[in-house]
């Protein structure tokens, strides 16, 4: 930090003391992340499954995690890196596991705006290694937050790649902040996936919506969230159609690397990979 940095840090914090809620809630394109920012979060819930036939019905318990770290490599450019799992747990057909890797490059051009590239690979439940390419955005206007994001996704290994198993798919999320340490959010999705089957090819198409309540304590850098998460999907094939409905809801924590607001920690470290194979779909 520069001599002239400090300085100037020293004479507003002397000038104005200690700030008032209306002059902490800064403009974001004012808003800096610390050169690292990151957390971890723990989550566990249930689930029910209906596939409308009887057949593989299923409730039963979830379990995950993730770890993100964002670093601001300039005033305009950050990179983030997420690592994360989600289990299924079914006494029925076993587990269910989607654990996945991605990397955010973002741009801020300023106004409460980022654009950003991110790029994924995953697990679809041991059906093998799929990867994702998407574009997302973010705007923020007075407290709400705007969130985008668009990608391809495609198979590596297993039967995703023997099947030439792909995706294009598209979320978006709203965050209000309440206050800046309360978060009430939702969320709407759809994809389109689509592989080779018995007897010609399959497509299945998805619409997701989720809630989610996010609060933390001015001093303790950990917050508390509940999420709901709602999967519908529809099969189209030569040899019939199908629907099949999912509902979900986790209690969870995250704990912060560095102390600061929900909405700052959001603004420094918000990204997540929405994509609905193997994506971390209670982290917004």
Avoid: C
């Amino acid at each position: 930090m520069s001599r002239r940095l400090i300085l100037a840090t020293f004479l507003v914090n002397a000038i104005g003391g200690v700030a008032t809620a209306a002059d902490y809630a800064e403009p974001a394109a004012q808003y800096q992340a610390p050169l690292f920012f990151g957390y971890v979060d723990i989550h566990a819930g249930h689930y029910d499954y209906d596939d409308g036939l009887d057949i593989f019905d299923e409730a039963d318990g979830l379990i995950g995690g993730a770890a993100r770290l964002a670093v601001r490599m300039s005033p305009s450019f950050t990179l983030q890196g997420d690592l994360w799992t989600n289990m299924e747990m079914s006494d029925v057909n076993g587990s269910y596991d989607y654990p996945g890797a991605a990397l955010h490059v973002t741009w801020n051009p300023g106004d409460g705006r980022m654009l950003g590239v991110m790029g994924s690979i995953g697990e679809d439940n041991n059906r093998g290694r799929l990867a994702n390419i998407a574009l997302e955005g973010v705007h923020e206007m007075d407290r709400w937050r705007f969130y985008g994001q668009a990608g391809y996704m495609f198979g590596l290994t297993g039967n995703v790649d023997d099947t030439n198993d792909h995706y294009w798919y598209g979320a978006a999320n709203a965050t209000y902040y309440q206050t800046d340490n309360l978060a009430l959010s939702a969320s709407l999705g759809a994809a389109k996936q689509s592989y080779d089957f018995i007897g010609g090819p399959l497509e299945v198409r998805y619409i997701n919506w989720g809630l989610r309540a996010e609060i933390k304590h001015d001093t303790v850098p950990a917050s508390a969230y509940f999420a709901y998460r709602g999967i519908s999907s529809k099969v189209s094939s030569a040899i019939g159609d199908g629907s099949a409905v999912d509902h979900r809801f986790v209690v969870g924590l995250r704990f912060f690397f560095n102390q600061s607001t929900l909405r700052e920690i959001n603004r420094g470290i918000g990204l997540v990979d929405m994509n609905p194979a193997y994506g971390d779909l209670f982290a917004y």
